[in-house]
């Protein structure tokens, strides 16, 4: 949160690729500006925050390769 820069996500996130963060509308860099942790859920910024800043992170999932080279019946 706010005070500790930490930031648990719902789900694993294959690395930090498939993480993007943003503060007050700014985009972040990986691996510059936040950090996936070796448990693949935590986002740790390297900024502080002040409580009226605003965070949001969006993580997606990985699509198998299997998946991308099927045909889909219509």
Same mark, same amino acid.
């Given at each position: /949160? =706010?005070n +500790? /820069?930490?930031? =648990?996500?719902?789900?694993q *996130?294959?690395?930090?690729?498939? !993480?993007? =963060?943003e503060v007050?509308?700014?985009? &972040?860099? *990986?691996? !510059? @500006?936040?950090?996936? @942790? ?5 986002v740790? &910024? *390297?900024?502080?925050? +002040?409580?009226? @800043?605003? !965070? !949001?992170? +969006? ?6 390769r *299997?998946?991308?080279?099927? +045909?889909?019946?219509?």
């Open positions: /949160g =706010v +500790t /820069g930490r930031y =648990v996500l719902s789900r *996130a294959l690395n930090s690729n498939y !993480v993007w =963060v007050n509308g700014k985009p &972040l860099i *990986a691996e !510059v @500006d936040y950090k996936l @942790d070796n448990d693949r859920q935590t740790r &910024l *390297a900024q502080r925050l +002040t409580e009226t @800043d605003n !965070v !949001v992170i +969006t993580s997606i999932e990985c699509i198998s *299997a998946l991308l080279n099927s +045909t889909i019946p219509e």
